[in-house]
């Protein structure tokens, strides 16, 4: 276990948050209860979750009056139709815009929460309390909250920040061998978008990761929320930089919603993605294979596909890429690679190049 508690801060002015790591946290409620305006609380969490960790969090909560919605899990019920679930339930308890909603759970349960927190009585504050390394490391952190769509992922939403975030270490111990190596993913992004140094340590360590190993899986977590914050905190509406963190994210999206939401977990998907935008880096001359295959090398001991789905094509992946929050003016824009730790934003490639990336992919699979 950790030694001690460690606290980062989202810098955003007066929206500015702290991010709570560290061990056996959701039991401190002094750690967050001080992030709470008022007695009403609404927990929400998800079936696979709730029965793990919603009783110690209400223990915590003592003297405050707490409510709950299980939502069920997986991707599948990102939806706006699960999503009035928690609107009928802060209604029937008559909860007010001074109320807090708590998001327990992984990156479903908090982008739905967040995405409720910010329409119900047109904005009411929210905690972040993630529950798998994909949404510690990642989605818990910078505000992006929302749902699916059956034509794109995450195409309704809204930036809204939480007051706080609490990363209980602890919660990974009972998270399976997929759902770890799925958010070990978005770990290695950060190494690959700008921080070399992260990279070289995963690539050293990879293998004490993928066992759960709690020194390993604290460090990194505390580095991914690290550069995650600075990122945020110079671009929180990805106007720029903040899109980097998309890395691989388009052709996963694609990947997720071409095979049906929950087919692919987004872990898994992103590191196709990543993959596939290495690929393309390859064939713009902008990185050698040496890079690619060291790449593809460490998703592949972190247990992770590489190779997208031989069910989608070419003309099927751009179509669905064509729906994505970075394309601008008609223009589709990428995240690529002039080197491990650093990437870019760009809709300035060759068509031809990705349409043989997507062809040479659908050809090795055939």
Request: hydrophobic share 45%.
């Amino acid at each position: 276990m950790l030694d001690e508690m460690k606290t980062l801060e989202v810098s955003l002015g007066d929206r500015s948050y702290p991010i709570y790591i560290g061990a056996g946290l959701l039991q401190q409620g002094e750690i967050y209860r001080r992030h709470i305006d008022s007695r009403q609380v609404l927990i929400v969490s998800n079936e696979t979750v709730a029965p793990l960790y919603l009783q110690a969090i209400t223990d915590a909560l003592d003297g405050f009056d707490v409510g709950s919605v299980i939502l069920p899990d997986g991707e599948q019920f990102k939806t706006l139709e699960i999503l009035n679930q928690i609107f009928d339930r802060l209604l029937k308890l008559r909860f007010n815009r001074q109320c807090t909603i708590l998001a327990l759970g992984g990156g479903v349960v908090g982008d739905m929460a967040g995405f409720a927190a910010a329409c119900y009585q047109r904005g009411v504050p929210f905690i972040q309390m993630p529950t798998t390394l994909l949404s510690q490391v990642d989605s818990s952190v910078g505000g992006k909250t929302g749902v699916n769509h059956a034509l794109g992922k995450n195409m309704i939403g809204a930036f809204y920040q939480p007051r706080c975030v609490v990363i209980d270490i602890a919660t990974l111990a009972t998270l399976d061998a997929r759902q770890l190596s799925a958010g070990i993913a978005e770990v290695i992004k950060y190494g690959l978008i700008n921080d070399a140094g992260f990279f070289d340590w995963l690539d050293a360590n990879i293998d004490a990761l993928v066992q759960g190993d709690h020194q390993a899986l604290a460090y990194a977590i505390e580095r991914s929320c690290r550069d995650k914050a600075v990122i945020v905190a110079a671009d929180e509406r990805e106007s720029g930089q903040r899109a980097l963190l998309n890395l691989g994210h388009t052709f996963g999206h694609a990947i997720e919603t071409g095979m049906g939401y929950g087919c692919w977990l987004h872990g898994e998907a992103v590191a196709t993605g990543m993959c596939m935008a290495a690929a393309l880096s390859q064939r713009l001359g902008w990185i050698d294979q040496v890079v690619v295959e060291r790449i593809v090398d460490l998703l592949q001991r972190a247990r992770l596909p590489t190779e997208p789905p031989p069910q989608l094509d070419r003309e099927q992946f751009l179509a669905l890429m064509g729906v994505d929050k970075k394309v601008m003016d008609g223009k589709l824009r990428l995240v690529l690679l002039r080197g491990i730790g650093e990437a870019l934003v760009t809709d300035n490639f060759d068509r031809a190049e990705l349409n043989n990336t997507l062809d040479g992919y659908r050809r090795a699979k055939v």
